[in-house]
């Protein structure tokens, strides 16, 4: 499974961006999607998941201003991002896993940076 994010830029505090992440390859069926994050001189961390079924989980930082959506059919998550604030300046990656013979396979895009002025 590969995915491929898309939708980073630079914008001005306040503002918004729309990531998407769509997953290709021999795909059995995504269990979860979701994005990360990664800041200069800091670990990565969550951002927000979804379920195949639609349940969400957002870090604190992040609830109230982001949603984060999928497409299952289109094997795409979405992540929109508003009122953005200088301190969600990022790396951003989106994350899959699935469950294949019993084993949890995690799968990771390559980032799209996210950089909010102020």
């Known amino acids: 499974v590969q995915l491929q994010a898309s939708g980073g830029g630079l914008v001005q505090a306040g503002g918004s961006l729309r990531l998407s992440c769509v997953a290709s390859?021999?795909?059995?069926?995504?269990?979860?999607m979701g994005w990360y994050r990664q800041a200069p001189g800091r670990q990565r961390e969550l951002v927000a998941t979804i379920t195949r079924g639609g349940s969400t989980n957002y870090a604190d930082p992040v609830k109230g201003r982001f949603t984060i959506s999928r497409d299952s059919a289109k094997n795409t998550v979405y992540l929109q991002m508003n009122s953005l604030k200088p301190e969600d300046t990022a790396v951003y990656s989106c994350?899959?896993?699935?469950?294949?013979?019993?084993?949890?396979?995690?799968?990771w895009g390559q980032g799209t940076l996210v950089t909010v002025s102020s």
């Open positions: 994350y899959a896993d699935d469950f294949v013979n019993g084993f949890l396979n995690a799968y």
């Open positions: 390859g021999i795909i059995f069926g995504l269990n979860r």
